[in-house]
């Protein structure tokens, strides 16, 4: 079953923490999103990745950074989270360039107090 | 860049109703939008498509109206049921960089038995 792997599911941290959000995929796909979503406001996206270490920001890339040293594994880093970071954050992958096809993870639950 | 509309913002209404839920764009160069259902609490699951070459496209009890002029699609869902009762997006992609989808801030549908 291919599938989109996003952990952990809810989190916690305090403002000034720093946060990692992680996301995998089985299915060899080469590009994998961050987006953020939030009520009213729909999906943003946040970084695009193309491949290892061949990363893209988003609209909304400032407070975030993203690593992708194998290609089914990209994090979502936070450094220093803040009070307006609290969203729920989606991970997708898509197979190809070019290929609109997205696989979307379960989400991850960001609660910064 | 791109900006997605969706109306209404929510929707009530009784099983066996049907729906029409309402997309605009603004970027003429947009030209797949893929629709996207949310559960509540699990994650973003592609239901239906089409491509700015259409003008309709039907999946069961789906039916996806395109007007390229207007910059406008319609998601017409008949013989509602309670498991239809999700949040649904549009979505657009635009040349050349197909990866990237706009969404909009999507649509609550409840259905009530």
């Known amino acids: 079953d291919m599938k989109v792997t996003q952990m952990p599911r809810y989190l916690i941290k305090r403002m000034g923490e720093n946060v990692l959000l992680e996301c995998g995929q089985d299915?060899?796909?080469?590009?994998m999103y961050w987006y953020r979503q939030d009520p009213g406001l729909g999906l943003q996206l946040i970084y695009i990745?193309?491949?290892?270490?061949?990363?893209s920001e988003g609209d909304i890339p400032k407070g975030y950074r993203v690593s992708r040293k194998k290609r089914e594994h990209f994090s979502l880093i936070l450094d220093s989270a803040k009070t307006n970071q609290t969203s729920v954050y989606f991970c997708?992958?898509?197979?190809?360039?070019?290929?609109?096809?997205?696989?979307f993870g379960s989400g991850t639950r960001l609660l910064v107090i | 860049g791109e900006q997605v509309e969706q109306l209404p913002s929510s929707l009530i209404v009784q099983e066996g109703a049907s729906v029409l839920i309402n997309c605009s764009y603004t970027?003429?160069?947009?030209?797949?939008f893929p629709w996207y259902k949310q559960e509540p609490g699990k994650r973003l699951q592609f239901i239906i498509d089409?491509?700015?070459?259409?003008e309709r496209k039907q999946n069961q009890r789906l039916t996806l109206l395109f007007d390229k002029k207007t910059k406008h699609l319609s998601l017409h869902i008949t013989a509602t049921q309670p498991g239809d009762s999700a949040i649904y997006f549009c979505?657009?992609?635009?040349?050349?960089?197909?990866?990237?989808?706009?969404f909009g801030s999507g649509t609550k549908l409840t259905v009530e038995p």
């Open positions: 970027d003429s160069a947009s030209v797949y």
């Open positions: 990745s193309y491949d290892v270490d061949s990363n």
């Open positions: 997708a992958s898509s197979p190809l360039p070019g290929n609109s096809d997205y696989t």
């Open positions: 089409i491509r700015s070459n259409m």
């Open positions: 979505s657009a992609s635009r040349m050349p960089n197909y990866n990237v989808l706009y």
């Open positions: 299915m060899s796909h080469e590009t």
